[in-house]
């Protein structure tokens, strides 16, 4: 895709959808960091049915910790994966009260060495939170970029470093959220809504379905 329909392609998810946001619900930075933890391999409608009453009870490390781990998985037990899920937010918790004072470190190396949290997770969070320009590439954008030739690459750090070069000024910090919304609801693994894509034309998609 060239770099002028690169930018069209952004500016019209962007017209579209102006403020695009997390569907995960948190309340805090360090909630978004345990919502995107138990996010992995799991839903967010699941996620935030799950997290619900926890994030009630639950708005700090300390907090966390205080819960306990039996106590986290009573919580989160409709999650898959939620014995290692558990054990990992109250080990980061602890880091946190131990090493940041219970606040969320913004640098990226920093938050990957947390139980828990990749290089995925960790861009998440510090775009979401933060602002930072960064790329988290899921299944949905890992699909998405080489699909329509926005960021073709082999591996997840090969279609993040594509975005990293081709994403312009403008659309940098929301481009995460843009593209997983479009690849959750629109291009999708299965059954793309090609019909109803608004930016059909730009995609260089070879199997285009044209109607539902």
Excluded at 9 to 22: Q, S, Y
Excluded at 128 to 139: I, K, M, P, S
Aim: hydrophobic residues 40%; aromatic residues 8%; positive net charge.
């Amino acid at each position: 895709m060239s770099r002028a329909n690169v930018f069209e392609f952004f500016r019209r998810l962007a017209e579209a959808n102006p403020e695009p946001r997390t569907e995960l619900d948190y309340g805090n930075d360090y909630q978004l960091l345990v919502a995107v933890v138990l996010s992995a391999q799991a839903t967010d409608k699941g996620v935030n049915k799950a997290t619900r009453a926890l994030f009630e009870e639950v708005k700090t490390p300390a907090q966390m910790v205080a819960l306990g781990e039996d106590g986290l998985k009573q919580h989160i037990k409709t999650i898959g994966l939620f014995n290692a899920k558990a054990k990992n937010v109250i080990a980061l918790s602890e880091i946190l009260v131990r090493d940041y004072g219970g606040e969320i470190p913004r640098e990226r190396d920093r938050l990957v060495n947390l139980p828990g949290v990749g290089r995925k997770t960790a861009n998440v969070v510090m775009n979401t939170a933060f602002g930072e320009e960064v790329f988290a590439v899921d299944t949905h954008i890992f699909r998405l970029c080489n699909r329509t030739g926005l960021g073709p690459g082999k591996t997840v750090d090969a279609v993040e470093k594509q975005l990293d070069k081709r994403v312009p000024a403008p659309f940098r910090r929301d481009a995460h959220h843009w593209m997983i919304l479009h690849g959750r609801y629109i291009c999708k693994a299965r059954k793309p809504e090609c019909w109803r894509c608004p930016v059909f034309d730009l995609c260089l998609f070879k199997d285009k379905l044209l109607e539902p």
